[in-house]
């Protein structure tokens, strides 16, 4: 496996690995913290504000009217 890394040139210059390393990292970040949130917003369905806002925020047309 090592060595079809290296022949492959990932790992012939540092540049390039580093490269790689910070790249897969980024990704892997951003697809944990979407995957965390949708677990999160999935567990707490109906209990955070932007479920419950329509019930507080009242419209700036309705307070026109009165």
Known sequence: MAGAVSSSGVIRRNAV???TIFASAFA???GFDSA???IWDTI??????KDIK???VVKEEEEDDD
Do not use: A, P
């Open 28 to 30: 892997f970040e951003i």
């Open 44 to 49: 707490n369905r109906g209990r955070q504000w």
């Open 36 to 38: 965390s949130n949708s």
């Open 17 to 19: 690995f580093l490269t």
């Open 54 to 56: 329509h019930r507080y």
